[in-house]
C-alpha cells in the first residue's frame, strides 16, 4: 500500500534509576523493536576489558592461562569506549592494538613477604590511564567499613610466592566474548492489563475471595479490608501463570478475571556489570541500534539505485 506510513513514536519513561541499575517503560512500539533493543545492550554496546597478558613471573599455585583468563573477566570503567578505537581498525598501530588510541596497558606486580596469605586483586592492577581502571565495588554507604573491600580476588599468594605480569585491554563487544557485555541482565516482559468481573466477584463469599486471591504465586490481587472487595496492587507481578484463571474455572467462575498483555507496551530492568552506568548502557544501545537501521536505509538506497541505474550505478560506487 503505497503512501501508508508505518512510523511509531516509541517513549520511554524511567521508573527507577541507579547506577548499576535501571527500570524503565517502552511504550508505542512492538516486540520486535524491544529484542533488537534488549540484544544490542547485550551483544553490541562496547566496553574495554583485558585482552592479552604478558607474564613474567607466576610462582603462584594458578597457571597462566587461569590468570590470564581470570584477569579478562574483571569489569573496567569504560565510559570512553565509544570514542576509543577497534585495535583491528587501528591505523595508529597498524592493528597491532598497542597504542594510545586503541589500548590501555596495566602493570601488577605481587609478592607474599610474610606468613600471612596474601590476597592479590584488581586494585593491584595499575593503568596507563586513570579513566579506565577496575570497577570499585565498595560500599559507598561505608556500611562494611570494617572490611577492606580490596576488590576482585585474582589469586592468593603463600610466602615467596610472586606475580609480576603486564596487560593489554582493549575495545570490544559481548558479541565476540562475554568479558566484553556490559550488561550483567537486561530482561522485559509484556506490560499486563487485569480486568476483574466485578458482578462475578460479588458472587463470592468473602472465604472464596480470600482462596482465590491466594491462588496467585505472586502478590498480585488483595482484598480491601474496608470494602472487602478484590483489588489489584500489583499488577507487573504477574507472571502470566494463569493459576488465577484456572482457580476460577475450577470454583465455577469463568471469566471472573480476564489478563491480557498488552503488546504495544514493555518494563525493562537493566544491570550493569559496572563498566558503564545502566542509564548510559541504555543510551549507547539506542545510538548504535539508530547506526544499524542507517545502514540498512544506506544499503536499500544502493539496491534502488542498481536497480535504476544498473551497471552506472555500480560503477559509480566502484564496483
Excluded at 282 to 293: D, G, H, T
Excluded at 309 to 314: I, N, R, V, Y
Aim: contains cysteine.
Amino acid at each position: 500500500m503505497d503512501g501508508v506510513s508505518y512510523q511509531r513514536f516509541p517513549k520511554v519513561k524511567i521508573r527507577e534509576l541507579k547506577d548499576d541499575y535501571l527500570k524503565f517503560e517502552l511504550r508505542d512500539t512492538d516486540a520486535s523493536m524491544a529484542n533488537a533493543l534488549r540484544r544490542v545492550m547485550i551483544a553490541e554496546v562496547p566496553t574495554i576489558a583485558i585482552d592479552l597478558v604478558e607474564i613474567e613471573v607466576n610462582s603462584s599455585v594458578l597457571n597462566d592461562e587461569f590468570i590470564a583468563h581470570r584477569l579478562g573477566l574483571i569489569p573496567l570503567t569504560s565510559e570512553r569506549a565509544m570514542s576509543m578505537r577497534f585495535s583491528r581498525d587501528c591505523d595508529a598501530c597498524d592493528g597491532d592494538g598497542q597504542c594510545e588510541f586503541c589500548s590501555v596497558e596495566f602493570h601488577l606486580r605481587a609478592k607474599c613477604h610474610s606468613d600471612q596469605t596474601l590476597d592479590v586483586t584488581s586494585k593491584d592492577l595499575y593503568s596507563s590511564d586513570h579513566t579506565v581502571v577496575p570497577v570499585d565495588f565498595a560500599d559507598p554507604t561505608g556500611y562494611d567499613s570494617n572490611d577492606q573491600q580490596r576488590g576482585i580476588i585474582i589469586v592468593k599468594l603463600r610466602r615467596g610466592q610472586e606475580l609480576r605480569l603486564r596487560a593489554i585491554a582493549r575495545k570490544g563487544i559481548g558479541k565476540d566474548h562475554a568479558k566484553w557485555s556490559p550488561a550483567a541482565t537486561v530482561t522485559f516482559m509484556y506490560e499486563p492489563e487485569i480486568h476483574i468481573n466485578e458482578d462475578l466477584m460479588e458472587t463470592l463469599t468473602l472465604e472464596e475471595k480470600q482462596s482465590w486471591v491466594e491462588s496467585s504465586p505472586t502478590k498480585v490481587f488483595d482484598i480491601d479490608p474496608n470494602t472487602g472487595q478484590v483489588i489489584v496492587v500489583d499488577a507487573e507481578a504477574y507472571t502470566y501463570d494463569d493459576e488465577v484463571i484456572k482457580k476460577a474455572e475450577a470454583m465455577g467462575k469463568p471469566g471472573l478475571v480476564e489478563i491480557y498483555a498488552k503488546e504495544d507496551s514493555f518494563i525493562f530492568t537493566v544491570e550493569s556489570t559496572g563498566a558503564i552506568k545502566a542509564s548510559q548502557l541504555v543510551l549507547n544501545a539506542i545510538e548504535i541500534l539508530k547506526q544499524k537501521l542507517d545502514a540498512v536505509r544506506l544499503s536499500e538506497d544502493t539496491v534502488e539505485a542498481d536497480d535504476q541505474f544498473g551497471e552506472l550505478g555500480a560503477h559509480m560506487r566502484g564496483g
